[in-house]
DNA sequence: TGCGATTTAATCGCATACGATATATATCAT
DNA sequence: ATGATATATATCGTATGCGATTAAATCGCA
């Protein structure tokens, strides 16, 4: 038998890749949150940002991106964009004009109320193993920021 | 004691968002991804895209979509841009004329060979667990777009 | 055979992410 | 007090995602 030609080196496949994992298992959050945010009007990040915004009154544009890992040049647009949608309100921090406290005014907060995500658990089908899962990935996504911190 | 003013009730806190989990745990990826890919002049979706051109020669723009969870609309540019970077080459398939062809050529095989984002394995801090991590969001992602699917 | 329906990519517009920069305000050192 | 420095937000340009539409090619079926 003639020797074959070197068969192409297979490189590591997808499936291999983490990244990949959840990569695309955020677009796949976003498609099956797609038609509930679409009756409140909402994109997906725009409604992350009402979660953040519950979680503490008055935070600053800053505070708010280091509980979303985003910062200013992402967040001013979204937060514009609730407030001229009537979720939220921006004002001058008046003890230090650079900063820009945001509050949920009660049409977020209602909104929140009713927990629209909520309907998707079962989409999970991940059952009880839910909450392990959401402390193990934050803790892989601490990991990377920690790692990526350490050579900024 | 006067009655207290009803607290505002809490919503759900974006700790207890595996939504978000995984949102913030790419953000992450992409920034862990970022130095790395800098150096070879590739964005993360591209090399993502490349990987998944590793897996079979000749795909079509459709059957890397499959691979990848992503449309024409997204791909194209992205090709494109593989193609002007020497790393891929489009054609059209002489046998359907609306089919584009993507192969690998020997620059992007050789880029993957070296597996750049192997050296983010210990970044991720999940040892051994790293493989059944990446089936259990993989999972995740299936029942999601499952669910879509069904009401698409 | 021919023509409407289907399929595949590509294009367009909008909303993120994000590096780089700009602007306004505050702080600090003298 | 004042100028240099630092900080917080906003703006700008590029690269995705994605719904909607377009353009080209193929298919199906009378």
């Known amino acids: 038998m003639p020797p074959a030609a070197p068969a192409p080196a297979k490189s590591r496949p997808l499936s291999n890749f983490l990244c990949f994992a959840v990569y695309s298992a955020n677009l796949a959050f ?9 009756e409140l009007g909402l994109t997906y990040t725009q409604y992350i940002a009402l979660v953040a915004l519950a979680e503490k009154d008055e935070q600053t544009v800053g505070e708010l991106g280091e509980r979303l890992f985003l910062e200013s040049n992402t967040l001013t647009p979204i937060l514009k964009k609730l407030e001229s949608l009537g979720f939220v309100a921006r004002r001058r921090d008046p003890a230090d004009e650079r900063v820009v406290r945001i509050s949920l005014l009660p049409a977020g907060q209602t909104l929140l109320d009713k927990d ?7 989409a999970t089908g991940m ?9 193990t990935i934050a803790e892989l996504r601490d990991n990377l920021l920690r790692h990526s911190r350490g050579k900024g």
Chains 1, 2 share one sequence.
């Open 127 to 135: 059952g009880q193993e839910i909450v392990p899962m959401q402390q």
């Open 116 to 122: 629209p995500g909520a309907i998707l658990f079962e």
């Open 30 to 38: 976003g498609r099956a949150y797609k038609p509930i945010l679409d």
